[in-house]
């Protein structure tokens, strides 16, 4: 017999927003770095030689159990400007981490069901806690701009933890923080890698909201982590937890 259920855990990038917003987001501030590059490509060009940067360097940073995402961003712009003949001097990846930081703060939104399936959660009298690879700029600047803060009761980025799901330090940490046990817990996240597999190495119930279209950039398709349940919107979320009171 399952636990009683004492808190739900939360991803945030790709699951409390959709990863569907990015590019729209980070578009312009990369069609100006491109610009800065003298690169003279169209957008669709731009971005898929930017998707093909990312994709290479997550390949080699994804299995590392720590690394600030700041270095990933970096690694990511120099494979991108190389892409197109250019070096990307230290100066310049300063201004466009800032660049896409900006833009990400001040364009990214919450999905339309995010805030009232969090107040219906938190009626329950559930702890609420974002457990998310990002380092602390990222984090508290989007706990600001997205009014997260009063929602939750704590979070946890990775560079604060000095880990990285699914490693399993990250996600001790936010137990800790709860004052909760592994099986008392539900974890939500877009990531079956990151998410599911991490959550479900140490005991944690598991939810995978996977968009319609597939909008996680996160994940090996042939990955075979499966959740315990999959859910399509946030607000599918109260009547699962309800079941499991």
């Not at 898929?48 to 940067?53: D, F, G, H, I, K």
């Not at 380092?135 to 000095?162: T, V």
């Not at 923080?177 to 190495?201: K, L, P």
Request: hydrophobic letters at 40%.
């Amino acid at each position: 017999m399952s636990s009683p259920l004492r808190a739900v855990f939360f991803d945030l990038g790709g699951t409390l927003f959709s990863n569907r917003d990015i590019p729209r987001v980070n578009g312009p501030a990369l069609v100006e770095a491109a610009r800065r590059l003298d690169v003279e490509k169209g957008f669709g060009e731009i971005g898929l030689a930017y998707l093909r940067a990312a994709r290479e360097v997550n390949d080699l940073y994804m299995r590392r159990p720590y690394y600030l995402h700041r270095d990933h961003f970096y690694d990511t712009y120099r494979v991108f400007a190389k892409s197109f003949g250019r070096e990307a001097s230290d100066e310049f990846l300063d201004w466009f981490y800032q660049a896409q930081r900006r833009s990400m703060l001040e364009g990214l939104r919450l999905r339309d069901d995010c805030v009232a399936t969090l107040r219906a959660l938190r009626d329950k009298s559930l702890t609420l806690s974002i457990v998310s690879n990002i380092d602390d700029d990222y984090l508290e600047g989007m706990l600001r701009s997205l009014e997260l803060e009063p929602l939750f009761d704590h979070w946890i980025s990775s560079e604060a933890a000095q880990s990285c799901k699914p490693d399993a330090r990250i996600f001790e940490t936010a137990l800790q923080q709860a004052g909760c046990r592994a099986d008392e817990v539900i974890f939500v996240g877009d990531s079956r890698i990151h998410d599911i597999q991490g959550a479900r190495a140490l005991g944690m119930r598991t939810v995978l909201l996977a968009e319609k279209d597939g909008a996680s950039h996160l994940d090996d398709e042939a990955f075979d982590a499966e959740p315990d349940h999959v859910i399509s919107r946030l607000s599918e979320l109260v009547a699962l937890v309800e079941a499991q009171a």
